[in-house]
């Protein structure tokens, strides 16, 4: 039988993490050019890992929507989980993470574009 213990697990997951902070911080900088977030790599990994942990609090854990909601963060500012109709949606318990994406992104292309 194998037995993965806890500190290999450990291992993964940041490995797993390291990877995806390089693909999104190379997303970022490929999509969101010229903002002030991506222009230093110190302070977009940091923007990565503080978006990261906030998604985390409000049930967005999906790789794909986690992607989302930093790109929403780099779109429309660091805070802006702080804006009045995304804190109605993100704190909304009758929706799954994706949900809460889905939400932002129709209200995002929808209310605020038209």
């Not at 790599?41 to 609090?57: N, T, Y």
């Not at 995304?86 to 932002?104: A, P, Q, W």
């Amino acid at each position: 039988m194998l037995v993965i213990r806890d500190k290999q697990m450990r291992i993964l997951r940041e490995g797993q993490l390291q990877r995806f902070e390089n693909d999104m911080a190379a997303h970022l900088v490929r999509c969101f050019g010229g903002r002030p977030v991506v222009e230093d790599a110190v302070r977009l990994r940091s923007f990565i890992r503080e978006g990261v942990a906030l998604a985390g609090r409000y049930g967005v854990v999906n790789q794909y929507d986690v992607r989302r909601f930093l790109e929403f963060r780099a779109e429309y500012g660091a805070d802006f989980h702080t804006i009045p109709w995304v804190v109605k949606i993100l704190n909304d318990s009758t929706l799954s993470g994706c949900g809460k994406m889905e939400r932002i992104d129709d209200y995002s292309l929808f209310a605020l574009r038209s």
